[in-house]
């Protein structure tokens, strides 16, 4: 018996993994929401957060809409339907930022407070075809819980083709997805899938955008989420929309999904900067 308690002190009970590509990119991809109507609880010395050692851990859980990657220095990309469905929900929008307190994960809550829809360079006006938003955060963490959501590296999707290797990382069935499971339920971390570039639709008219298509199955709450080069983790595209086969009760997510190439996200996160009330300017 003692020998197999020592054995039982080896096993690494809540390793996650290693720190794979895949891994890397997740840190940049936080789920978006609103917030439960339940309070959250604040902790002595610590900021309202939502921790899984609470014995009522589940009700503090935030509602997922969709996805967002961390584009740049506090600048998140997302879905414009993603942003906008906080206005038909009339309530205000959130991000989720998870980190660690010693062995203990816990969920901040950051709100999203300004959204700017895509500029289109071709017309300098906004062009709402283009499923494309940029949320800001003068959120900066706190000595107790920390601002640890590191920013994307942009790889060229100009430079893709047919067939290419991709993976997308997200948050599908929004909050559903951390409830399948009677057991470790509640760990929210974003999902991956692999697949390839099946087609790439060209530009037909003056405010489309390139798409790229995906063999990949995307449920509800990818949207934002992030398509990378599964060799680099270089972020290619930002994953838009998927197709599903529908029933009276059931709709199951087909292998073809759609995406907006980084070469159109990138240079557009680069020209937003915003400065926050204390002057820090982003």
């Known amino acids: 018996m003692a ?12 390793l996650i993994g290693r720190k ?9 991809l936080v789920p978006v929401g609103v917030l439960p109507f339940q309070p959250m609880p604040a902790t002595k010395g610590v900021p309202p957060t939502i921790s899984q050692d609470h014995p009522k851990w589940e009700s503090f859980l935030m509602h997922i809409i969709g996805t967002a990657i961390h584009g740049g220095d506090h600048k998140f990309v997302t879905c414009l ?9 009339k309530k205000s929008g959130y991000f989720l930022s998870r980190t660690y307190l010693g062995e203990n994960v816990v969920y901040m809550p950051y709100p999203i407070e300004v959204c700017v829809k895509y500029i289109d360079p071709r017309s300098d006006q906004v062009n709402t075809e283009v499923d494309l938003a940029v949320f800001v955060s003068s959120a900066l963490g706190t000595p107790e ?7 994307v590296k942009w790889g060229d999707s100009s430079s893709l083709g047919v067939g290419d290797p991709v993976v997308v990382g997200g948050y599908p069935h929004g909050t559903d997805m ?9 760990f929210i971390q974003p999902t991956f ?29 990818t949207s934002g989420g992030a398509v990378f080069d599964p060799r680099t983790g270089r972020v290619l595209g930002m994953v838009t929309s998927g197709i599903q086969a529908r029933s009276a009760a059931l709709r199951v997510p087909l292998p073809i999904s759609y995406a907006i190439p980084s070469e159109v996200i990138a240079p557009y996160v680069e020209t937003i900067s915003f400065e926050t009330k204390s002057g820090k300017r982003f």
């Open 145 to 151: 819980v920390p601002f640890d959501i590191p920013v």
């Open 178 to 186: 951390f409830k399948f499971v009677t057991s470790n339920r509640g």
């Open 81 to 89: 339907h993603v942003a906008e469905a906080f206005d038909k929900l």
């Open 193 to 221: 899938y692999q697949g390839i570039v099946s087609a790439i639709l060209p530009a037909t008219k003056s405010n489309e955008t390139r798409l790229i298509q995906l063999s990949v199955p995307c449920a509800g709450g």
């Open 3 to 14: 020998d197999y308690k020592s054995y039982a002190r080896r096993i690494p009970w809540t």
């Open 20 to 28: 794979s590509i895949a891994h890397r990119v997740g840190q940049s």
